[in-house]
Nanobody, 124 residues
Framework: QVQLVESGGGLVQAGDSLRLSCAASGRTSSGYGMAWFRQAPGNRREFAAAISGSGDSTNYADSVKGRFTVSRDNAKNTMYLQMTSLNPEDTAVYYC?????????????????WGQGTQVTVSS
């Protein structure tokens, strides 16, 4: 079992930056691919960014590419999402996810472990 806890969400203004963290505990491994998904009110959960187990491969949704950066520190069992140039369309609950394979997958069904989410609200 892997437990994931997100932190770092909050209320910011358009153009601001924010860094989310996802702390993993339990049966963690650097072989686990991890990802960030987000869900805005009334919308389906969507992929934002993913990182491979070793951290050498990343994927991004087109909507965040160039503005968000995903990274991980396997020594600390923590994944990060650095978000810049935030806009109101980024407002959502952000979820951390992990899978027991190393590839940075983009589909939610490929992830078996999920955190509870952290709210990010961007005001205009």
């Amino acid at each position: 079992q892997v437990q994931l806890v997100e932190s770092g969400g909050g209320l910011v203004q358009a153009g601001d930056s924010l860094r989310l963290s996802c702390a993993a505990s339990g049966r963690t491994s650097s072989g686990y691919g991890m990802a960030w998904f987000r869900q805005a009110p009334g919308n389906r959960r969507e992929f934002a960014a993913a990182i491979s187990g070793s951290g050498d491969s990343t994927n991004y949704a087109d909507s965040v590419k160039g503005r968000f950066t995903v990274s991980r520190d396997n020594a600390k069992n923590t994944m990060y999402l650095q978000m810049t140039s935030l806009n109101p369309e980024d407002t959502a609950v952000y979820y951390c996810a992990a899978r027991s394979l190393p590839r940075a997958a983009e589909n939610s069904f490929e992830y078996m472990y999920w955190g509870q989410g952290t709210q990010v609200t961007v005001s205009s």
